[in-house]
């Protein structure tokens, strides 16, 4: 009965449920982006080096702009940063949609965008991890973090297999519809309310770097972030899937989407299944198992060459990963002191975004060189060498037990 009444609470906090509602749209069109993104660069040049260098794109506008990203989300409302992030996005899909250029201008204009995406990140994704806490008690946020993740989940799996089909009509088809979603989740965006953040400290290179020194002094936020950073990074094999599916598995476009909506069917399941029954207890062992599963299925989806075998392994991969974002996010969030959440998001994000975009580019540089296979097989085990070092290293994040102390 408590966990049915702490579900009814959270769905009746209205502006949790708009930022909800307004990121299910937008990474269902994120997700069909990518899909676009990721296939029509490969199919003009065939090359994983410029698929990886979408990822590196993306990034280093994300570790460029960390430190002016965290301090605007702290002085700033969250919700219109959001907005805005997202309405930019927006921009760029109406730009993909209407590029009539030849082949070698369409690849200069995917990796100028690209570029372009990772800086609307930079701020959006510090700004959507700080906001949450000011809109649901900190009592429902493990289970608002869960809950949350059940619904992007859902968007993850909706939009690569829509994007998958859509782009069966053209390239253009899928950035005009990703468009329309932007600017529904930029609408609901600016319905949020909450409070306007406190005047902070004036602008100094002391208060730009107070989340990276916050982040260093505290070993299990450290641990827990870096853990996913170099898990994911040698892990991720999200960049390699057009090969995958057009040379390996001799799929078209559609199973290229259903390969990325894999890892989000998992997910969904594993995020459902924790907003029911949210970790209590071990949640240090519990990350570190779910990491180490994560590259066991790593490893069977690099050496798999049977599609439906592909597709359980990376679900099992989602299902992994989940665990590790509800615990890391849950623990960055209440242990951070709300003026310093955007800048210690901020630095979060960093490593996310090192784990996925980097990751990307990764992938696709050791491909040119082991071909994907190896590629993926040599980041499965990397992945798991990564485990057992961190549980030698982060002691008090391999002992964690509850992810809510008492107190608060």
Same mark, same amino acid.
């Given at each position: 009965?408590i966990?049915?009444?702490?579900?009814r609470?959270l769905l009746?906090c209205?502006?949790?449920m708009?930022?909800?509602?307004?990121r299910?749209?937008?990474?269902?069109?994120?997700?069909m982006?990518l899909?676009?993104?990721?296939?029509?660069?490969?199919d003009?040049?065939?090359?994983?080096?410029?698929l990886?260098?979408?990822? #590196?794109? @993306?990034?280093?506008?994300a570790l !460029? /702009?960390?430190l *002016?990203? %965290?301090? $605007?989300?702290d002085?700033?409302?969250r +919700?219109?940063?959001?907005?805005?992030c997202?309405?930019?996005?927006?921009?760029?899909?109406?730009?993909?949609?209407?590029?009539?250029?030849?082949? #070698?201008? @369409?690849?200069t204009?995917?990796? !100028? /965008?690209?570029? *372009?995406l %990772?800086? $609307?990140?930079?701020?959006?994704?510090? +700004?959507q991890?700080a906001?949450v806490?000011?809109l649901?008690?900190?009592?429902?946020?493990p289970?608002a973090?869960?809950?949350?993740?059940?619904? #992007?989940?859902?968007?993850?799996?909706?939009?690569?297999?829509?994007?998958?089909?859509?782009? $069966?009509a053209?390239?253009s088809?899928?950035?005009?519809l990703?468009a329309?979603?932007?600017?529904?989740?930029?609408?609901l965006?600016?319905?949020?309310?909450?409070a306007d953040?406190?005047?902070?400290?004036?602008?100094?290179?002391?208060?730009?770097?107070?989340g990276v020194r916050?982040?260093q002094?505290n070993?299990v936020?450290l641990g827990?972030?870096?853990l996913?950073?170099?898990a994911?990074?040698?892990?991720?094999?999200?960049?390699?899937?057009?090969m995958?599916?057009?040379?390996?598995?001799?799929?078209?476009p559609?199973?290229?989407?259903?390969l990325?909506?894999a890892p989000?069917l998992?997910?969904l399941?594993?995020?459902?299944?924790l907003?029911?029954?949210p970790?209590?207890?071990?949640?240090?062992p519990k990350?570190?198992?779910?990491?180490a599963?994560?590259?066991?299925?790593?490893?069977?989806?690099?050496?798999?060459t049977?599609?439906?075998?592909?597709m359980?392994a990376?679900?099992v991969t989602?299902?992994a990963?989940m665990v590790?974002i509800?615990?890391?996010?849950?623990?960055?969030?209440l242990?951070?002191?709300d003026?310093?959440?955007?800048?210690v998001?901020?630095?979060?994000?960093v490593?996310?975004?090192?784990?996925?975009?980097?990751g990307e580019f990764?992938s696709?540089?050791?491909?040119?060189?082991?071909?994907?296979?190896?590629?993926?097989?040599?980041?499965g085990?990397g992945?798991?060498?990564?485990?057992?070092?961190w549980?030698?290293?982060?002691?008090?994040?391999?002992?964690?037990?509850?992810?809510?102390?008492?107190?608060?």
């Amino acid at each position: 009965m408590i966990v049915v009444m702490s579900t009814r609470e959270l769905l009746a906090c209205r502006d949790f449920m708009r930022l909800w509602w307004a990121r299910l749209a937008g990474v269902a069109a994120s997700q069909m982006m990518l899909v676009a993104i990721g296939w029509q660069m490969y199919d003009l040049t065939g090359s994983a080096w410029d698929l990886g260098l979408v990822g #590196l794109l @993306q990034f280093l506008p994300a570790l !460029a /702009l960390v430190l *002016v990203a %965290g301090h $605007v989300v702290d002085r700033h409302h969250r +919700a219109r940063i959001v907005a805005l992030c997202v309405a930019a996005q927006g921009l760029v899909a109406l730009a993909l949609a209407a590029a009539p250029f030849d082949a #070698l201008s @369409q690849r200069t204009l995917l990796l !100028a /965008l690209s570029v *372009v995406l %990772g800086a $609307v990140r930079a701020f959006q994704m510090p +700004a959507q991890q700080a906001l949450v806490p000011l809109l649901v008690p900190p009592v429902l946020l493990p289970r608002a973090m869960a809950f949350s993740s059940a619904g #992007l989940q859902g968007a993850i799996i909706a939009g690569p297999a829509l994007g998958g089909f859509v782009y $069966v009509a053209g390239a253009s088809a899928v950035y005009g519809l990703c468009a329309a979603l932007f600017g529904v989740a930029a609408l609901l965006c600016l319905g949020i309310r909450h409070a306007d953040p406190p005047p902070g400290q004036p602008v100094s290179l002391d208060t730009l770097l107070a989340g990276v020194r916050y982040v260093q002094q505290n070993k299990v936020v450290l641990g827990a972030i870096s853990l996913d950073l170099f898990a994911v990074l040698f892990g991720g094999a999200v960049a390699l899937l057009p090969m995958f599916a057009k040379d390996i598995l001799q799929v078209g476009p559609w199973g290229l989407g259903l390969l990325r909506s894999a890892p989000a069917l998992g997910a969904l399941a594993m995020s459902m299944a924790l907003t029911r029954w949210p970790i209590a207890h071990h949640a240090g062992p519990k990350l570190f198992a779910a990491i180490a599963v994560f590259g066991l299925a790593t490893l069977i989806f690099g050496l798999s060459t049977h599609f439906l075998l592909s597709m359980a392994a990376l679900c099992v991969t989602g299902a992994a990963d989940m665990v590790s974002i509800v615990v890391r996010q849950t623990m960055i969030q209440l242990e951070t002191p709300d003026d310093m959440r955007g800048r210690v998001s901020a630095v979060a994000s960093v490593f996310i975004g090192a784990s996925n975009q980097l990751g990307e580019f990764e992938s696709g540089a050791t491909a040119a060189w082991l071909g994907p296979v190896g590629s993926v097989v040599l980041g499965g085990a990397g992945t798991l060498l990564v485990a057992a070092l961190w549980w030698r290293w982060f002691p008090a994040l391999a002992r964690r037990d509850a992810l809510v102390q008492d107190g608060r």
